[in-house]
């Protein structure tokens, strides 16, 4: 008898395996007369592979690229931002003016737009979330909204958002960024920052219909939406954790499109395989986040433009896209801005690499063997090692060995630190380091004061006040910087823009080696539509609207 | 069993929950890094905004006062709320408890039956092919990484064959509960991640009853029994087995953290979201109270497990206690 109850377990689960494996029941006899045409309840929904769940739709608290995604599409924000042309376009507000000099910015509401609970939506509700999100502090939003004094009702559907001083990214940052949310829901939230919204209500072009924790969420477009420019009824996001099952799983056809960046490996077979993976797309677009050498320009001989120049010319970015990246990537010019850019500077192309330019440069700068160990000093005579810091992953690391290598040919010594991304950001952030390897993006044209001006590489409380990591300090920069961040004028604005690649270009305090390309793959047997944009590849909000079925 | 004993184990065991429950606050935070640095080191903000946000993770006071507050919640038996998900951390780990469970137990139930039945039989036929093929396949198995594994079952039965889904853990679209559909989805999903756990389980349990039992066969006592002509099943069974279980009841002991703890390749290869993809994700993202929490189920499982395995190893083994 004491057996029994093992046995029975055992036997439960055999038996519950095996009608887990048994073959699906025979199917019915077909009827007499011919059904209807059949209509593929599948035809409208787009399937998408994520790599990860949405642990809370709270969507000023939401960090990971799923939440983002979703909250993107069941929230609208007041504008809308066009990233190839660099233009603001309509969202909830129909129209917007800056007033008041740019202290106050007006948006004008669409009158048909409603939550998915019905409720219409005014700027009430507008005013709520703007004045919510300054007062319940969400992190993610103190930068944000730090400029805002408060949101005002002018009328039901009309708002002004007064802000301390003007800036010129203002109605990019505000109009994009603050989700609209219902008054009537939000307004009796207790705890703002820990609530996950897990059945959240907005007024976005889809809405949340179904959501299995790690497993899948539905979304359903809502056709009453005042926009409706999507012809998708549905997109499912199916959690994938392992991205090896993910691409056989769209090489199957259980998935029109891997919401993730592959592996360049796994798109050069694809490509030169197509008779093997038919039906299945790669799309690589050109992104702006640049791979560079950064220099700390508090230290010798680092602070030496003419060693950061010859350093500058041993880096052959075509030889390392073809080697590290396996073609998927572009050259980048040394003004650091992405020629996909809408104020880029094509003044600047990519520096060709020349190593006999480069010792004829350290010779002339007096970087010299002058102890005959075969290793050149400085020019006052100190030995000289380069320390190289990077993350211990490829291809950085792989730019991190070429780079010392190449060193070593033109007779400086030189090694590379291999780090945890976490440990080489607080060396950077220390600032430990001589030389390190840095990603940066200028997608938002405020990151050229954020990297570059003085205020943000001054060191207090032990680190890196921003983003300026080896302290580039120029003071005619800031100016130019400054008055770019408060230029109202399109044209002006992109002009300093200019001007500030042009410094950019002539101070090799961040060395281009390359940009990696965005790399997407999806299939196309389903759909028509789908649209390769910079930055993003092909999971963009200009696919999901052009989307239509084969 | 004596009081004594039983006692002298339950004082360590006490001991020792406390050494873990301090050293479950104080690890995550040797990790380089805080779980707020991804707001604060937006480089618009400026240094009143940048402290404000470590008040709102807690994280501005001293670790002694962080320390004595956690302990204190503890006590409470509140293991607070998830930076990460923004719920009650009691609540995110439960609901992944049932799904590791169903999914390790069920591998540990079929590696334990198994690895005894097959252990016992190559043990009793020594020299015979079942045990030259347990040998050959303890190898092959040890040298064969789990993922792979894992992916080639992938591959045949889900998109060679089509006879099993690749990933998840149930068809969508199914009403949840009690109802056989529900239940035989659960059973297709969890078919290819229980067989890819449960071979190298197999065979590590049998080559561990497969050796004890031969220490234990070549005794005297089980010469003795069979030298009194009893039936070779119950010398197998009554004598050499009771007594080749012991190194086995260790090993079940320790394995009880990893039916919690869940199988973390496993999960992530068929998206099974269990406490092993948890526990991951909450390092990762530096989600402490998260780590705390899924960190300390597990410790205490395992020295709860411990000190079980303990009394039970008292039980069959009366020279343990007076050790």
């Known amino acids: 008898m004491k057996r029994l109850p093992l046995a029975l377990t055992a036997v439960f689960l055999v038996a519950a395996l095996v009608l887990g494996c048994a073959p699906k029941p025979a199917t019915p006899p077909a009827p007499q007369t011919p059904p209807p045409a059949p209509v593929d309840p599948d035809a409208r929904n787009l399937k998408v592979a994520v790599l990860s769940d949405a642990r809370n739709l709270n969507p000023y608290m939401g960090m990971g690229s799923t939440e983002t995604y979703i909250t993107g599409f069941v929230y609208d924000t007041l504008l809308g931002y066009d990233e190839e042309k660099g233009e603001l376009r309509p969202g909830l507000a129909d129209t917007w003016t800056v007033l008041e000099g740019g202290k106050v910015l007006r948006f004008e509401l669409n009158k048909q737009a409603k939550f998915s609970d019905g409720k219409p939506v005014t700027a009430e509700d507008a005013v709520f979330s703007f004045n919510f999100v300054k007062q319940a502090r969400f992190p993610g939003f103190m930068a944000i909204t730090a400029n805002v004094i408060e949101a005002v009702l002018v009328d039901q559907y009309t708002l002004d958002l007064k802000l301390m001083a003007p800036q010129s990214g203002s109605l990019r940052l505000l109009g994009t960024t603050v989700s609209i949310v219902p008054k009537h829901i939000w307004e009796g939230i207790q705890s703002p920052l820990n609530f996950p919204n897990l059945q959240p209500v907005g007024s976005g072009p889809f809405k949340l219909a179904e959501k299995v924790d790690g497993q899948y969420m539905v979304l359903e477009n809502r056709k009453e939406h005042h926009r409706h420019q999507y012809d998708l009824e549905k997109i499912t996001l199916t959690v994938v954790r392992d991205e090896t099952v993910g691409i056989m799983s769209l090489l199957a056809g259980k998935f029109d499109l891997l919401a993730w960046r592959v592996d360049p490996a796994v798109a050069e077979d694809v490509m030169k395989n197509p008779g093997q993976y038919p039906n299945v797309k790669v799309a690589a677009a050109p992104s702006s986040s640049t791979t560079t050498v950064m220099f700390n320009l508090r230290n010798e001989p680092y602070n030496d433009i003419n060693f950061r120049k010859a350093i500058s010319l041993l880096i052959d970015q075509d030889k390392l896209i073809k080697d590290l990246l396996l073609g998927f990537g572009r050259t980048q010019g040394p003004g650091l801005v992405a020629p996909t850019m809408f104020y880029y500077n094509d003044k600047f192309p990519a520096v060709k690499a020349d190593p006999n330019a480069a010792k004829a440069l350290l010779d002339q700068a007096g970087y010299k063997d002058a102890t005959g160990d075969g290793w050149r000093e400085t020019p006052k005579g100190d030995q000289l090692v380069v320390d190289i810091l990077t993350v211990n992953v490829p291809p950085q690391i792989n730019v991190a060995e070429y780079l010392v290598a190449e060193l070593k040919k033109i007779g400086i010594n030189a090694k590379f630190t291999p780090l945890t991304a976490e440990a080489l950001r607080n060396r950077q952030m220390a600032p430990d380091f001589d030389v390190s390897l840095f990603n940066l993006s200028f997608s938002n044209p405020d990151m050229m004061f954020f990297y570059y001006h003085t205020s943000r590489g001054l060191i207090t409380g032990g680190r890196v006040a921003g983003f300026n990591y080896g302290g580039h300090s120029d003071p005619n920069y800031d100016v130019i910087s400054e008055a770019m961040r408060a230029e109202l004028n399109r044209d002006r604005y992109v002009e300093l823009l200019k001007q500030m690649q042009e410094h950019i270009a002539g101070v090799y305090y961040h060395v281009p080696v390359f940009t990696a390309d965005v790399i997407n793959m999806y299939r196309d047997d389903r759909f028509t539509g789908w649209y390769n944009q910079p930055e993003r590849s092909v999971s963009n909000a200009t696919t999901y609207r052009q989307l239509r079925p084969k | ?314 039980q069959l083994d009366p020279r343990v206690q007076l050790k």
């Open chain 2, 1 to 314: 069993m004596s009081g004594a004993y039983f006692m002298r184990r339950l004082f360590q065991t006490a001991v020792l929950m406390f050494v873990v429950i301090t050293l479950n606050f104080f690890l995550p935070r040797v990790m380089p890094g805080d779980p707020a640095r991804h707001y604060y080191e937006d480089p618009r903000l400026s240094e009143e905004a940048r402290q404000e946000i470590k008040a709102l993770f807690g994280l501005d006071k001293p670790l002694s006062y962080q320390y004595f507050a956690y302990l204190k919640n503890l006590f409470r038996g509140e293991l607070g709320v998830s930076y990460t998900y923004r719920r009650p951390v009691m609540q995110v780990i439960s609901s992944r408890i049932p799904w590791t469970v169903a999914l390790t137990a069920s591998a540990s139930l079929i590696s334990i039956a198994g690895g005894i039945i097959y252990g016992a039989y190559a043990a009793w036929r020594r020299g015979g092919t079942a045990e030259s093929a347990l040998l050959a396949s303890a190898i092959i198995v040890s040298a064969m990484p789990t993922f792979w594994f894992a992916l080639l079952l992938v591959m045949l039965f889900a998109f060679t064959l089509k006879w099993l889904p690749a990933f998840g853990m149930v068809t969508p679209g199914l009403a949840r509960g009690l109802n056989l559909p529900f239940l035989a989805s659960v059973a297709r999903h969890a078919f290819l991640p229980v067989v890819s756990m449960a071979l190298s389980g197999i065979i590590g349990y049998a080559v561990l009853v497969r050796n004890s039992m031969i220490d234990v066969t070549s005794e005297d006592f089980v010469r003795t029994a069979r030298a009194k002509g009893l039936n070779s099943r119950v010398v197998l069974y009554k004598h050499a087995f009771r007594n080749a279980m012991l190194p086995l009841v260790t090993r079940i002991g320790l394995s009880l953290s990893g039916i919690i703890g869940g199988a973390v390749i496993i999960e992530t290869i068929f998206s099974w979201e269990g406490m092993g993809l948890l526990i991951i994700e909450a390092s990762r993202s530096l989600d402490y109270p998260l780590m705390q929490g899924t960190m300390l189920i597990l410790a205490t499982i395992t020295v709860l497990a411990n000190f079980a395995t303990d009394l039970v190893y008292a």
